[in-house]
């Protein structure tokens, strides 16, 4: 599947964004001193803006940009449509969590928001999941991993991003960096189970029984409609060559994974804990935008099986 | 709406048979639906870089060509490609906005290009790769059974079928109810064998493709000089046979 950017940033940025409100709410709901406030406050800001900016993004990729609008209608069946109304209705959560964090910090209803917020947060990433989960003519998105994995990416993205700010406003990472730390390496075993799995899948189809011919029967291509490139072949048909393939999943462990995991276990021991939870968020966004453009690249799509293409 | 909607049980399904034992792969069904659905109600289905080197468009129906089989059993499949109009549109219910839809009263799938914000999910959604994206206008299009022409009253009902069927010169391609088991489609499914493509994804489609039959006309032995006869002429023709062979 063709990796657009602009939906490799949505899924990217919502994945920190909602990943660092869960974790705020959640801290918020056990317990969080009074001292904690600016950095629940500044931290639904920053996760505030970066939902949006994400948002925004992923309405780029429309061909009818002013109809975007629509999109929240049809929540009962489409998963994107349920991303769209879950994405708007995390707002009102999030803003009512700040905002009695602000006037009563610490109190019942602050805590109850905050459990709240984190449903919300988390709830819509899982529905942006279900997006890619749900189609079933991928094979590599359409499987039990997809749902949970893109669940831990956020909690370990945006867990970088909690780790940072706590450092920002106590001057230690604390408990919030081994957090980071335990999401990364929990996403990182997650990353390889998912590239276990697809790899060992096989194809949904054969050519036979694409064209209604008995499955094993033996199939090739002749004559293509066409000569050259069209919608179905850029969209359904993009390929990543093998060795490039290869050398972006090592890049994506250590980047993404790897060093995130190094530096916020350094972070939680005080070792530069203001620059090595800065540096585990810089490397896990970089990284996550590497893994993301995997998962499209390497997505086959049974359509592509009509011009003769690997699914 | 992208619910799907609950089928009357007396409800059409009107749908394509094409049949690959006599396809010849000419592209005209692909040619005439794209001549008709350029100009039709829907407007222009657009074609980019038309005169350059990497000319492009959109188009509802695709014919590719494959062999099947080695050796003797060997054969040239000719395979036109288009919507399904399946039964169960996964292409329909991934919509999030309701201009992918299922008709109730004869199942036809159309886009209401009024509504498509071009977020191209449900071409994702397709395995069958039926749905094209219109980069002119930023909304999909796809294969509308030519609802312009099926049920256009001030044509004469000889040519209310879609324009796919009404040009292909090897009548292998046939239109009408798949839901009633009288109806010309129906029969021709039973008798033939009619199948589903893909059926292992489960989508269900109405559309049915007649699989290529192994040839039937018994060809003659090879003749071989002199065998039918005797005498002198024969022994000459053998010899001359034998020595020209060598």
């Known amino acids: 599947m063709k990796p657009a950017a602009s939906i490799l ?49 992923s309405a780029m990729h429309l061909g009818r940009k002013e109809r975007a609008w629509r999109a929240f209608s049809q929540w009962r069946s489409s998963w994107l449509s349920r991303e769209g109304v879950a994405a708007v209705l995390t707002y009102p959560v999030v803003l009512a969590f700040a905002w009695t964090e602000y006037r009563a910090p610490g109190g019942l209803a602050a805590r109850a928001l905050g459990v709240a917020a984190a449903l ?21 998105w359409h499987n039990p991993h997809t749902a949970p994995d893109y669940l831990l990416y956020a909690l370990f993205s945006g867990g970088t991003l909690f780790a940072l700010l706590h450092t920002v406003t106590f001057g230690v990472a604390g408990g919030a960096a081994a957090l980071a730390a335990l999401a990364a390496l929990g996403a ?52 990543v060559a093998r060795r490039h393939a290869v050398k972006l999943r090592r890049i994506t462990l250590v980047l993404a994974f790897a060093l995130p995991l190094a530096c916020s276990v350094a972070a939680h021991f005080e070792v530069l804990p203001l620059t090595s939870s800065a540096l585990a968020v810089a490397c896990a966004a970089l990284g996550l935008l590497t893994e993301r453009w995997l998962f499209f690249a390497q997505a086959t799509h049974v359509s592509a099986l009509y011009y003769g293409r690997k699914i | 709406m992208t619910m799907l909607p609950k089928r009357e049980p007396t409800a059409r399904k ?122 002119d206008n930023g909304v999909m299009r796809k294969c509308t059974l030519c609802i312009d ?33 009288d109806s010309k489609v129906s029969k021709l499914v039973k008798e033939r064998g009619g199948t589903d493509l893909l059926p292992e994804l489960g989508y269900r489609p109405t559309n049915k493709y007649l699989p290529p039959r192994r040839a039937q006309i018994p060809t003659a032995p090879r003749e071989s000089a002199g065998s ?19």
């Open chain 1, 9 to 57: 940033l949505l899924t990217t940025l919502t994945g920190f964004a909602y990943g660092l409100l869960a974790w705020l709410g959640l801290y918020v709901a056990a317990g969080a001193p009074l001292a904690a406030r600016t950095l629940v406050l500044g931290g639904v800001g920053a996760g505030v803006v970066l939902a949006t900016l994400g948002l925004i993004s």
């Open chain 1, 120 to 140: 919300a947060s988390l709830g819509t990433v899982f529905c942006t999941a279900m997006i890619y989960a749900s189609l079933k003519p991928i094979r590599q």
């Open chain 1, 188 to 239: 990182l075993i997650a990353k390889l189970a998912y590239w276990r799995h697809v790899d060992a899948q096989s194809p949904l189809a054969t050519l036979a029984s694409a064209i209604g011919l008995p499955k094993d029967t033996s199939a090739r291509p002749l004559d293509a409609p066409h000569f050259t490139e069209n919608f179905i072949l850029r969209e359904m048909g993009f390929q």
């Open chain 2, 14 to 135: 009107m749908g394509l048979v094409i049949d690959l034992d006599t396809c010849v792969g000419c592209h005209a069904c692909a040619v005439n639906c794209k001549e008709w659905n350029t100009g039709g109600e829907a407007g222009i289905l657009p074609d980019y870089d038309k005169y350059g080197a990497n000319p492009d468009g959109v188009w509802f129906n695709r014919i590719h060509s494959y062999e099947s089989g080695s050796g003797e059993s060997s054969r040239t499949v000719n395979f036109p490609r288009s919507c399904l109009h399946c039964e169960n549109p996964l292409c329909v219910t991934v919509c999030p906005t309701g201009a992918s839809f299922k008709r109730a009263e004869d199942g036809i799938v159309l886009i209401d290009t009024d509504i498509c914000i071009g977020c191209k999910l449900c071409s994702w959604a397709c395995p069958y790769g039926a749905r094209e994206f219109d980069e």
């Open chain 2, 149 to 181: 022409r099926i049920y256009d009253e001030s044509r004469p009902p000889a040519e209310r079928e879609p324009a796919c069927v009404a040009t292909c010169p090897a009548k292998a391609r046939h239109f009408g109810d798949l839901a009633d088991p």
């Open chain 2, 228 to 246: 039918g006869g005797r005498g002198i002429g024969t022994a000459l023709l053998k010899l001359l046979d034998k020595a020209l062979s060598r």
